[in-house]
């Protein structure tokens, strides 16, 4: 029913932590990531190439969630974080990991289907530690063939590294193409620091 749902605009949350129920929601304006728009700022990209951290996915699936979730206020609550690792189970939610001196430092997670990547959350214990994991997700995505990166609403975070908002209609459309596509998380490793750079830069 999930991935039904994603295939028709539509993604579930809950209204809190300790609610039980789920809705679905179909936002009129709907946020997304362009794949060659990802900005990175020159604090960034001084973190990104100290290289003292290692990049992982899907060696910690559902500690990711967790922390995704670990916030006062969060729309995961314990069925929805259930069906994650269900979808993660069966190969259709994935998360890339930001590790540094041997624990979790950020990290982001998302649902695939086809080409498109419904990114679902993101945590970070340190500075710049989600963007560093979206940096390397954005050059993940683009090297294994995702045309979509949908990032459900468009917050100023989001929007200060790039992301826009679209139509409804305008994402059905593209939502409509990415599921025709064909892209996988896991098949591209993830490259050097001075490698990412170089290939988000020269797009960006």
């Known amino acids: 029913m999930m991935l039904s749902g994603y295939a028709q605009g539509i993604f579930p949350m809950a209204a809190g932590r300790d609610e039980a129920e789920l809705h679905w929601v179909d936002p009129r304006q709907r946020g997304i990531f362009p794949l060659d728009k990802f900005h990175i700022s020159r604090s960034l ?32 609550n314990a069925p929805l974080a259930a069906l994650y690792d269900r ?26 289907l086809g080409a498109a990547f419904f990114g679902e959350s993101m945590f970070s214990t340190r500075a710049n530690g989600s963007k560093i994991a979206l940096a390397y997700l954005v050059d993940r995505l683009r090297q294994a063939g995702f ?17 826009v908002e ?29 490698s990412l750079l170089q290939r988000m830069t020269q797009t960006s």
């Open 87 to 112: 979808l993660h189970a069966m190969g259709h939610a994935h998360s890339l990991e930001m590790w540094q001196k041997g624990a979790l430092a950020g990290g982001v997670f998302g649902v695939t």
């Open 166 to 194: 679209v139509p409804r209609a305008v994402y059905l459309g593209m939502l409509a193409r990415a599921l025709s596509g064909r892209a996988e998380f896991i098949a591209p490793a993830a490259p050097a620091p001075h």
């Open 147 to 163: 045309t979509l990166f949908d990032t459900q609403f468009l917050t100023p975070h989001l929007a200060s590294l790039g992301a």
């Open 45 to 76: 990209a001084r973190d990104i190439r100290r290289g003292n951290y290692t990049i992982r996915t899907n060696t910690a699936f559902s500690e990711v969630v967790r922390l995704c979730a670990a916030r006062p206020e969060t729309w995961i």
